[in-house]
């Protein structure tokens, strides 16, 4: 009770000193920041930091740099997650985005993760979940890869033993039937993957037969070789038109599909890229995280279509700055992050400069609406950190520093600002 009265007492009187009035929220700031410095345990207080300790890290930095100590200060916080019901809406749709479309064999993984966020919907936005997630599309992609190559290898055996002998018999008579019984030797010894042997051993009992026939009258199947030929060299086509779309399925994959640059995946690719010319050969490189300024605000006042115009014009902005050897993508919403190279400090501010300029005096247009559109960007220089993690983190803490001084400005982890 006694270190209560003294908390109580040095609170009234900071307050009275400083000429602030002792509003509910003032004064227990205040009771927060006196018990701290006395080193006092109080039970609120635990409790409060308790709750603290249960948030995901952004929430933890944001109070941080805010200085938030009182519950209701906590509660504006947590009025900005995102409901559970709107998270439910898109965990309902999971299996959905991440259905294989060749090989089933995670589907029972996709399954399950589902029925944890249903139960749990908070945790489709901890690391550990958009890891799996990001996982389970990367090992999709590769099992459906394996397939297709694995399949069009064991067609390509069989044509290809197909096609050479339908070649000889057409084109020799002498001694056909020694030639058609090779050939169905052949056949039914062919070793096929696992993948094809349900598509394809019904083709391969189908050729044996085929063959079986072809022993006993060669002349009557002359047409039928003729036409075996013929879908020989159409399948081949197929398999390699299958080849060519697989190839633009995986190059479309890496594209946002609305500004036309890479997207995060393609980014987190050329990442490890980076890192290891930064590891091998001490390349410099330069972090740069955008964001635009009060764009939910576009969203509201001119419409989505709008707001994609602007994210569209602002992709093609910072495409057109961005050397062959640097890279840009868009982060997520309206964050976009570019790798820039450099071999001295200035070149990167002179990047910057250019962008800003060029945002700064001109408009976005879209249809009869002419906007101002400007932006925040957090900037460090790579070798400055022990990890690209690191770094980014850091890019991004520089971001929201920008933001919560009033946007419209870019911050160097030099201490400068543009």
């Known amino acids: 009770m006694n270190d209560i009265r003294k908390i109580i007492k040095n609170t009234i009187k900071s307050l009275t000193t400083q000429e602030i009035v002792a509003t509910p929220v003032k004064y227990s700031k205040e009771f927060y920041k006196q018990a701290k410095e006395l080193n006092l345990s109080i039970d609120e207080l635990k409790e409060f930091e308790k709750i603290i300790n249960s948030l995901n890290d952004e929430e933890k930095l944001f109070i941080r740099e805010n200085n938030i100590t009182t519950y209701y200060e906590l509660t504006q916080v947590l009025l900005n997650r995102v409901s559970n019901k709107d998270l439910l809406r898109f965990i309902e749709q999971l299996d959905f985005y991440l259905t294989p479309s060749i090989d089933y064999s995670i589907e029972n993984k996709i399954g399950e993760l589902k029925e944890e966020l249903i139960s749990e919907p908070q945790k489709l936005i901890k690391n550990s979940t958009l890891n799996r997630i990001r996982k389970y599309t990367n090992e999709r992609v590769s099992r459906d890869k394996i397939v297709v190559q694995e399949k069009a290898k064991d067609v ?19 001694d056909t039937s020694k030639e058609v019984s090779m050939i169905k030797g052949e056949l039914e010894a062919l070793e096929l993957s696992k993948h094809s042997a349900r598509d394809l051993a019904m083709l391969q009992s189908k050729l044996v037969d085929t063959i079986h026939k072809l022993e006993h009258s060669i002349e009557e199947s002359q047409a039928e070789l003729f036409k075996g030929q013929k879908d020989c060299v159409f399948l081949q086509k197929q398999i390699n038109k299958l080849q060519q779309d697989l190839n633009e399925v995986s190059r479309e994959k890496d594209i ?163």
């Open 156 to 174: 390509k055996k069989v044509i290809g033993l197909m096609g050479k002998y339908f070649d000889k018999c057409l084109l020799q008579s002498n």
């Open 256 to 418: 946002d599909f609305l500004t036309g640059i890479p997207n995060r995946r393609a980014f987190v690719a050329e990442v490890d890229k980076i890192e290891n010319e930064y590891e091998i050969f001490k390349s410099k490189y330069a972090i740069v995280f955008y964001d635009i300024d009060h764009f939910k605000t576009i969203n509201d006042n001119y419409g989505h279509e709008c707001g994609d115009t602007v994210l569209t014009t602002f992709a093609t902005i910072l495409k057109k700055l961005t050397r062959e050897e640097d890279v840009i993508c868009r982060y997520g919403g309206e964050e976009f992050v570019a790798l820039i190279h450099y071999t001295e400090d200035n070149e990167v501010i002179s990047y910057l400069k250019r962008v800003q300029n060029i945002i700064s005096t001109n408009k976005f247009v879209h249809k009869d609406i002419k906007l101002k559109v400007k932006f925040c960007a957090g900037v460090v220089y790579r070798n400055k950190y022990n990890s690209y993690k690191e770094a980014i983190n850091q890019a991004d803490i520089l971001l929201n520093k920008a933001k919560h001084e009033g946007r419209n400005k870019i911050i160097i982890d030099t201490g400068n600002y543009i």
